[in-house]
T-cell receptor, first 114, second 116 residues
Framework: DQQVKQNSPSLSVQEGRISILNCDYT??????FLWYKKYPAEGPTFLIS?????DKNEDGRFTVFLNKSAKHLSLHIVPSQPGDSAVYFC?????????????FGQGTRLTINP | GAGVSQSPSNKVTEKGKDVELRCDPI?????LYWYRQSLGQGLEFLIY????????KSGLPSDRFSAERTGGSVSTLTIQRTQQEDSAVYLC??????????????FGPGTRLTVL
């Protein structure tokens, strides 16, 4: 049972354009959402997060949107740069018995073409 | 400051052997997590340590897997009698309580385990 889904395994975008990465979740208990970026042979790096009480959070070129009614979040990168080429994981968090649990999607490989 | 470190970076072992993977979390982080990522898959939660509380072992796939955290800092993940399906990248992450909840998890570079 995949509680967090990234339905696009890969995405290719031209440099300078907008990259939009999507993520869907099923569990209403999730109250905090995060995006991570992963380069080959490195661990995931935290990118941006959003609380369920918000619908948008922006940090420089990165914006995360949350649509709670649709159980959908997206990451927008604009303008896209070659260094953004990586695998992006969305993660959803909830607290259970005092512990934070993170559930990750399968990842989307983003390629930025010069 | 120093990030999460893991050792070894790569481990090749024969089926049936035991392996130990080590994680040094960020200093002061009270929470420590182990995940694994199999080829083409997302990150699979294995085990979670928070302070002095009993660990959450709900993600361990079998009783061949165990982990400990000594002194609230360094953690070791042990896999006994390794099988080929154990081949994966094993990732450790740590985080700190912030504003009443745990903040973002910071990951180490991972240990790539290959079981022949």
């Amino acid at each position: 049972d995949q509680q967090v889904k990234q339905n696009s395994p890969s995405l290719s975008v031209q440099e300078g354009r907008i990259s939009i990465l999507n993520c869907d979740y099923t569990n209403s208990m999730f109250d905090y959402f995060l995006w991570y970026k992963k380069y080959p042979a490195e661990g995931p790096t935290f990118l941006i997060s959003i609380s369920s009480i918000k619908d948008k959070n922006e940090d420089g070129r990165f914006t995360v949107f949350l649509n709670k009614s649709a159980k959908h979040l997206s990451l927008h990168i604009v303008p896209s740069q070659p260094g953004d080429s990586a695998v992006y994981f969305c993660a959803a968090s909830y607290i259970i018995q005092g512990a934070q649990k993170l559930v990750f999607g399968q990842g989307t490989r983003l390629t930025i073409n010069p | 400051g120093a990030g999460v470190s893991q050792s070894p970076s790569n481990k090749v072992t024969e089926k049936g052997k035991d392996v130990e993977l080590r994680c040094d979390p960020i200093s002061g982080h009270t929470a420590l997590y182990w995940y694994r990522q199999s080829l083409g898959q997302g990150l699979e939660f294995l085990i979670y340590f928070q302070g002095n509380s009993a660990p959450d072992k709900s993600g361990l796939p079998s009783d061949r897997f165990s982990a400990e955290r000594t002194g609230g800092s360094v953690s070791t993940l042990t896999i006994q009698r390794t099988q080929q399906e154990d081949s994966a990248v094993y990732l450790c992450a740590s985080s700190q309580l912030s504003s009443g909840r745990l903040g973002a998890q910071y990951f180490g570079p991972g240990t790539r385990l290959t079981v022949l």
